[in-house]
C-alpha cells in the first residue's frame, strides 16, 4: 500500500469527524493528517505501556490491538482496536495522567500516530479539532456501551453472538486465547459456545 | 441561588477533573440555563427523553434504571443504573442523529432537570469553558463504565457483587435483588444460589 493511499485513508477517517465546510478546513485537515508518522508493530509489541508518558493518537491501518485495564493482581483485556480505528490513551489525552491500560498488538500491525500536543494544538486553533477530540471521545463512550452490552449476557454464546454482531470479523482477526479473556469465559467455554454456533 | 436542584448542578460541575476556578462563570450560566424540575413517579418511562430529544438531563433525586432491548433475551436489560447527582442523555440521538436504543425508567419517584441543546450550544458559543465541562463529563461516564466492565468480566457471582459493595455501596444500598442481578450481569438464580452459598444476606 503506497504512503498517498495511507494518508488518503487517515484523511478519510478525520473527516467523518471534523466535516470541513471551507477550503481552508480541509487544508488544515489534510496538513493534519500529513503530520501522522506510520510504523509497523509486531505482534506483543505495546502500542503504550503503564509508563508512558508521551501521549499520542493511533490510527490503525492494519492488524489489531488489545486494551488491557491494569486494576489488581491480572490485567483485563477491555477492548479490541481493529483496522481504520482510532486508538489513544483517555487517561494520558484527556487527564494527562499515567495510562491505567496498556495495548498491545495481537496481529502484526501499520499504525499511523501523531503526539498528542500536535492534536491539541489543532483543537485549540479551530472549531474543527473540537469536534475531532469531542468525536473521539463520543466514539470511545460507544464503543464501551457496545463492550458492556456483550458481558450483559448471560451465557458464553450469548456474549459471542453479541460481540459478532459488533464486529463481524471477530473470529477471523482476534486469536482465541485472548478472544476468551475478552468475553470473560475460559477457552474450553468459548470453544463450546462456537461449536453449539456451528463455527468450530 | 435558591433553588435546591441548581445547587447539586453545580456540585456536580464542581467535581469535574477538568474544572477550576475560573469557569465558575461558566457553570453558573449552565446553572441558569436549566428548566424547572420534572418529577415522575416510581415505574413511569421518562417520556421527555422520547425521540428526537437530544437534551442534556440532571437526575436531582432518586433513581433511573437505564433500560435496551437485549436480541438475546426476552426482557429488556439494564444497561445502567442511575443515582442522584448524575447527567444523562439519549447518546444515539446527541452523537448520532439516530432514533435511541436506550429509555429511561424511574427505579424510585425522580425529580429531573432538562438543559435544552439549543440553550447548550449558545452556552457553547459564549463559554469556551462549557466544551472542557462537557469532555470532562463524557469522559468520566467513560471511566465508569471502564470500571464496571471489569466487574461484568469476573467468572464468580460473589466477585461482582463483592464489586458492588465496595465501588459502588451507594447503588448497593438500593438495589432489589432483581435488579442487582441485571446490575452484574447474572441470573436471579446465579445470585440467589451466591448469597445461600455465602449464608450472608444482601443488606
Same mark, same amino acid.
Given at each position: 500500500?503506497?504512503?498517498?493511499?495511507?494518508?488518503?485513508? /487517515?484523511?478519510?477517517?478525520?473527516?467523518?469527524?471534523?466535516?470541513?465546510?471551507?477550503?481552508?478546513?480541509?487544508?488544515?485537515?489534510?496538513?493534519?493528517?500529513?503530520?501522522?508518522? /506510520? %510504523?509497523?508493530?509486531?505482534?506483543? $509489541?505495546?502500542?503504550?505501556?503503564?509508563?508512558?508518558?508521551?501521549?499520542?493518537?493511533?490510527?490503525?491501518?492494519?492488524?489489531?490491538?488489545? $486494551?488491557?485495564?491494569?486494576?489488581?493482581?491480572?490485567?483485563?483485556?477491555?477492548?479490541?482496536?481493529?483496522?481504520?480505528?482510532?486508538?489513544?490513551? $483517555?487517561?494520558?489525552?484527556?487527564?494527562?495522567?499515567?495510562? !491505567?491500560?496498556?495495548? %498491545?498488538?495481537?496481529?502484526?500491525?501499520?499504525? !499511523?500516530?501523531?503526539?498528542?500536543?500536535?492534536?491539541?494544538?489543532?483543537?485549540?486553533?479551530?472549531?474543527?479539532?473540537? %469536534?475531532?477530540?469531542?468525536?473521539?471521545?463520543?466514539?470511545?463512550?460507544?464503543?464501551?456501551?457496545?463492550?458492556?452490552?456483550?458481558?450483559?449476557?448471560?451465557?458464553?454464546?450469548?456474549?459471542?453472538?453479541? !460481540?459478532?454482531?459488533?464486529?463481524?470479523?471477530?473470529?477471523? /482477526?482476534?486469536?482465541?486465547?485472548?478472544?476468551?479473556?475478552?468475553?470473560?469465559?475460559?477457552?474450553?467455554?468459548?470453544?463450546?459456545?462456537? %461449536?453449539?454456533?456451528? /463455527? $468450530? | 441561588?435558591?433553588?435546591?436542584?441548581?445547587?447539586?448542578?453545580?456540585?456536580?460541575?464542581?467535581?469535574?477533573?477538568?474544572?477550576?476556578?475560573?469557569? *465558575?462563570?461558566?457553570?453558573?450560566?449552565?446553572?441558569?440555563?436549566?428548566?424547572?424540575?420534572? &418529577?415522575?413517579?416510581?415505574?413511569?418511562? +421518562?417520556?421527555?427523553?422520547?425521540?428526537?430529544?437530544?437534551?442534556?438531563?440532571?437526575?436531582?433525586?432518586?433513581?433511573?434504571?437505564?433500560?435496551?432491548?437485549?436480541?438475546?433475551?426476552?426482557?429488556?436489560?439494564?444497561?445502567?443504573?442511575?443515582?442522584?447527582?448524575?447527567?444523562?442523555?439519549?447518546?444515539?440521538?446527541?452523537?448520532?442523529?439516530?432514533?435511541?436504543?436506550?429509555?429511561?425508567?424511574?427505579?424510585?419517584?425522580?425529580? +429531573?432537570?432538562?438543559?435544552? +441543546? *439549543?440553550?447548550? *450550544?449558545?452556552?457553547?458559543?459564549?463559554?469556551?469553558?462549557?466544551?472542557?465541562?462537557?469532555?470532562?463529563?463524557?469522559?468520566?461516564?467513560?471511566?465508569?463504565?471502564?470500571?464496571?466492565?471489569?466487574?461484568?468480566?469476573?467468572?464468580?457471582?460473589?466477585?461482582?457483587?463483592?464489586?458492588?459493595? *465496595?465501588? &459502588?455501596?451507594?447503588?448497593?444500598?438500593?438495589?432489589?435483588?432483581?435488579?442487582?442481578?441485571?446490575?452484574?450481569?447474572?441470573?436471579?438464580?446465579?445470585?440467589?444460589?451466591?448469597?445461600?452459598?455465602?449464608?450472608?444476606?444482601?443488606?
Amino acid at each position: 500500500m503506497s504512503l498517498d493511499k495511507d494518508y488518503a485513508t /487517515i484523511f478519510q477517517a478525520l473527516q467523518e469527524y471534523v466535516r470541513p465546510e471551507e477550503e481552508l478546513d480541509y487544508e488544515n485537515l489534510g496538513k493534519l493528517a500529513r503530520s501522522f508518522v /506510520i %510504523k509497523t508493530v509486531n505482534q506483543d $509489541e505495546n502500542l503504550w505501556e503503564l509508563s508512558s508518558s508521551n501521549a499520542q493518537l493511533h490510527f490503525i491501518l492494519s492488524g489489531a490491538f488489545g $486494551e488491557y485495564l491494569v486494576q489488581g493482581k491480572n490485567p483485563q483485556l477491555i477492548r479490541f482496536y481493529r483496522k481504520e480505528k482510532f486508538a489513544f490513551s $483517555e487517561d494520558m489525552i484527556l487527564y494527562s495522567a499515567r495510562p !491505567a491500560t496498556y495495548a %498491545k498488538c495481537l496481529v502484526e500491525a501499520r499504525v !499511523a500516530s501523531i503526539p498528542a500536543n500536535v492534536l491539541m494544538s489543532y483543537v485549540q486553533r479551530s472549531q474543527e479539532g473540537v %469536534k475531532l477530540l469531542t468525536g473521539l471521545i463520543e466514539l470511545s463512550m460507544t464503543e464501551y456501551r457496545n463492550t458492556t452490552y456483550e458481558m450483559l449476557q448471560t451465557s458464553g454464546t450469548d456474549r459471542i453472538n453479541a !460481540a459478532l454482531e459488533q464486529f463481524p470479523d471477530l473470529l477471523n /482477526i482476534i486469536p482465541r486465547k485472548e478472544l476468551a479473556d475478552y468475553l470473560g469465559i475460559s477457552r474450553a467455554s468459548l470453544f463450546r459456545s462456537l %461449536k453449539q454456533i456451528d /463455527i $468450530e | 441561588m435558591n433553588n435546591d436542584f441548581k445547587k447539586s448542578v453545580l456540585q456536580f460541575f464542581q467535581s469535574l477533573p477538568a474544572y477550576t476556578q475560573d469557569m *465558575e462563570a461558566a457553570c453558573m450560566a449552565i446553572v441558569d440555563a436549566f428548566e424547572e424540575p420534572v &418529577r415522575k413517579k416510581k415505574g413511569d418511562i +421518562i417520556t421527555e427523553l422520547s425521540p428526537p430529544n437530544k437534551d442534556f438531563w440532571f437526575l436531582h433525586q432518586g433513581y433511573l434504571k437505564e433500560l435496551y432491548k437485549n436480541k438475546f433475551q426476552s426482557d429488556d436489560t439494564l444497561f445502567n443504573f442511575i443515582p442522584p447527582g448524575s447527567v444523562f442523555v439519549n447518546e444515539d440521538s446527541l452523537f448520532y442523529n439516530q432514533r435511541p436504543q436506550h429509555y429511561f425508567k424511574a427505579y424510585t419517584d425522580v425529580s +429531573i432537570v432538562g438543559l435544552k +441543546i *439549543e440553550n447548550f *450550544e449558545t452556552l457553547r458559543i459564549k463559554f469556551p469553558a462549557v466544551i472542557q465541562l462537557y469532555l470532562s463529563g463524557t469522559a468520566e461516564i467513560q471511566r465508569n463504565r471502564r470500571s464496571r466492565l471489569l466487574m461484568l468480566r469476573m467468572q464468580s457471582t460473589q466477585d461482582r457483587i463483592n464489586w458492588v459493595r *465496595e465501588q &459502588r455501596g451507594d447503588l448497593y444500598k438500593v438495589l432489589d435483588r432483581v435488579t442487582l442481578a441485571q446490575y452484574i450481569g447474572v441470573s436471579r438464580a446465579s445470585l440467589y444460589r451466591a448469597f445461600d452459598k455465602t449464608g450472608k444476606s444482601q443488606y
